[in-house]
Structures are given as structure tokens and as C-alpha cells.
């Protein structure tokens, strides 16, 4: 499986983003199912608190370092991250590598019409790339039993899962066996980036780091997740002392 970097009890796959997407590469060839998940700062603190959700995360077969909350941990604690890999980044590259190697993909979660939306973005940002199906994230327990028989026939390569953290960990950790779908990845809200529904900040806030202040701004229920970030930094150099 590799080298990981443990930061606050989480396990973190010391790869960039070619590598990532190699690894994912093999995935597919191997025909066997695999857990990715996109590690930000707010999930890996949330995990170091909760058993169950770093069970499933330490036990996927790649977790990538999601944001530069999670490469400033990794200096902190004496062994640097080259680069991060974020979730956006890796649909990103499948997608234009599905465009290349016809891997089929099904996308499931956000808001009904949103996944959809994000769909046919993605076909015009990667002509040719594969994707089989898309269904929205608020289903009741007859529409799942539809979403698996629906999987079971299309037998997509990737399945994206945006269900917000960690119950799109928890879905796929439950599913992705008796589906035999050879990776299975949480994308949270990228999908809304992606339908266009919700817009990145201006390019100067980008330029300054402001990005959480934007989304804060125009999402003010998010003010108790920004409030991880702090935890997580406190907690990190907390381990550091410890090393
Ligand atoms: N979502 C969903 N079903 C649910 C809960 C959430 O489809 O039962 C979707 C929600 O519409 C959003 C995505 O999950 O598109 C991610 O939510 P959030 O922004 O909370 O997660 P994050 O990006 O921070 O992981």
C-alpha cells in the first residue's frame, strides 16, 4: 500500500498527483474494488475524534492530502508533502483520462439536477469522456435499492460519491465490495463546483488565501467547520512536541 504519513492518527499516501492518478490507473486494471478518499484538515480532525470514521479512512486503498492545511501538518511534522491532491483535481484528471481510456463512471450525490449539470460540464471540458450515469444524493431506501441494481448493470470503473463527509466514506466502505466497482472516491462539493452552482471567489481572493473567507461569506452555516482549521493546526503542533 505504500508509505503513509500518520497525522493525527490518519493515514496520508505520500504521492502527488501523477502518482495518484497512476495508482488509480492500476485500480481499474486490477478489477478489484478501492476506497480513495480526499483527506482535507476538517475531515482528518473530525476523524481524530471519531473511531469508526478513521477506521474507514486508515482502511482505503488511497487517501490524498486535500488542501494546504494538510502539506503545512506534514512540515510540521518533519516529513514535507511535495504537493497536495485535491478532490477537484483528481475528477479532474479521471475524467480527462476516461476521455483517453473510455473508463466508465457514474456520478451519485448532490442535489437532484446538479450531478447531471456537472455532466454534461464535464463532457465539454473532456470531449469522449465516459460517463455512464449520474443520480442525485437524497434517496430513501427504495430509491438505493434502485441506485445498486442501476450500478450492478452499468458496472462503472469510478464511482463518484458526494454525500459531504464522511457519509459518502461511510456509503462506499458499505457498498463498494458487493458492487466489485473498482474505485470508489468522496468528492463532497465538487460537484457543485463543477454544475456551475456554486461559484469559486474572485480570482484576487484566490491570490490571498481568502477562498474560506468567501464561502463563509456566502455560506455563513459553514462558520463551525472553518472553526476546525485552528483545532487542527493546535492538535498537529501538539503532535509534533510529541515526535
Ligand atoms: N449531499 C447529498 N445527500 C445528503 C447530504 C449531502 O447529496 O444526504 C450533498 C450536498 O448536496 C453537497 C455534497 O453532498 O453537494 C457535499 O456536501 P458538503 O458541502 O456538506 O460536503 P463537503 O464538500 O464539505 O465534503
Aim: net charge positive.
Amino acid at each position: 500500500m505504500g508509505e503513509r504519513l500518520e497525522i493525527l492518527g490518519v493515514g496520508i499516501d505520500k504521492v502527488n498527483s501523477q502518482q495518484a492518478l497512476e495508482k488509480i490507473g492500476a485500480f481499474i486494471a486490477s478489477g478489484q474494488p478501492h476506497q480513495i478518499v480526499t483527506a482535507n484538515a476538517e475531515i482528518i480532525y473530525q476523524a481524530s475524534k471519531n473511531e469508526k470514521m478513521r477506521h474507514v479512512i486508515n482502511n482505503a486503498q488511497m487517501v490524498t492530502a486535500d488542501g494546504s492545511g494538510v502539506v503545512w501538518a506534514s512540515h510540521q511534522l518533519g516529513e514535507p508533502l511535495k504537493q497536495r491532491v485535491t478532490g477537484i483535481d483528481l475528477v479532474n484528471s479521471i475524467c480527462e483520462q476516461s476521455a483517453k481510456d473510455k473508463w466508465k463512471i457514474y456520478i451519485l450525490g448532490s442535489a437532484p439536477g446538479v450531478a447531471a449539470a456537472a455532466a454534461v460540464n464535464i463532457r465539454n471540458k473532456f470531449p469522449g469522456c465516459n460517463i455512464v450515469g449520474t443520480h442525485h444524493g437524497y434517496f430513501n431506501a427504495k430509491e438505493e435499492k434502485q441506485i445498486l441494481a442501476e450500478l450492478e448493470q452499468l458496472k462503472p470503473d469510478v464511482l463518484f460519491v458526494a454525500l459531504g463527509a464522511p457519509k459518502q466514506e461511510y456509503w462506499i466502505a458499505g457498498h463498494l465490495a458487493e458492487l466489485g466497482i473498482p474505485v470508489g472516491m468522496g468528492i463532497g462539493g465538487s460537484m457543485d463546483v463543477l454544475s456551475g452552482n456554486v461559484k469559486r471567489a474572485p480570482k484576487w481572493m484566490q491570490k490571498m488565501s481568502l477562498e474560506w473567507l468567501y464561502r463563509l461569506l456566502i455560506q455563513p452555516t459553514r462558520f463551525k467547520r472553518v472553526l476546525a482549521l485552528p483545532k487542527f493546526m493546535l492538535a498537529v503542533k501538539k503532535q509534533a512536541k510529541q515526535k
